[in-house]
């Protein structure tokens, strides 16, 4: 059996595993379902109440997937100016760091004054939420090109653009893809955090309204919901990655080595 095939498997195992270990300690220890439901009963609602679960999902993952493509292109630019310049990354990365500083949830009632409850709301928080994962990526790639390779491009007389779109953008792509495997799951974080508190449809609201109810079982239903939706687009990111970026990983066979 091939190594991949044997992480794989481990993987899988150690995730039914620990729901295994979940369902029993409910049961063994009497847990109630207010405190925290077993998985099973978090299945058996996802399944039985999808059809009311959908229509807040999909807009969780509309206003995630806009706000994160909106976070790629400006965490690119930003990241691109940032990483070529050391007087922008003078100028710009402590206010980046000041502004990922702040809590998003205190953003939140901004966006609304400024734009409404709904959707501008969610989609900014999830933008603002990945582009510095993203900045810092774009930036560190660019900043460790090696010196060789760009000595090269100004023996061939390139521009600085002709540099960094040959040279620098391609030498950043594992950093730019491993920013987005971390981007993607603090965009649903952003999503969710307002959609509690400005919108009346979304996962982040179903949940504040089952919380209220003391309905348990939909909120981790939710929560399943989101992390689901989280795990596919990591994935998907995941062979995106693999494909694009081929060149710059080592073999199993010589990891060892």
Known sequence: ?????????????????????????????????????????????????????LPHAIPTLVNTLIGFALGIIGGVAIGALIGSSRLAYDVAYPLLIGFSSIPKVAVVPIFVLWFGAGFAPAVLTAMILCIFPIVVNVATGLATTEPELEDVMRALKASKLDTLLNVGLPRTMPY???????????????????????????????????????????????????????????????????RVTGWARRKDEFAGG
């Not at 729901?19 to 220890?29: D, G, N, S």
């Not at 449809?201 to 309204?209: A, C, E, H, T, V």
């Not at 795990?231 to 990111?237: I, T």
């Open 1 to 53: 059996m091939s190594t991949e095939k044997r992480r794989q498997l481990a993987s899988i195992a150690l995730i039914i595993g620990f729901f295994v270990v979940w369902e029993l300690a409910c049961i063994v220890f009497g847990i109630k379902d207010i405190v925290l439901p077993r998985p099973s009963q978090i299945i058996t609602t996802l399944v039985t109440r999808f059809p009311a679960i």
């Open 176 to 242: 730019f893809f491993a920013s987005l495997k971390v981007a993607i799951t603090q965009a649903f974080v952003g999503t969710v955090i307002a959609e509690t508190v400005a919108s009346n449809r979304g996962i982040g609201n179903l949940m504040m309204i089952a919380s209220a109810n003391f309905d348990v079982p939909l909120v981790f239903a939710g929560l399943l919901i989101l992390a689901l939706l989280g795990v596919a687009l990591y994935v998907l990111f995941a062979v995106i990655e693999n």
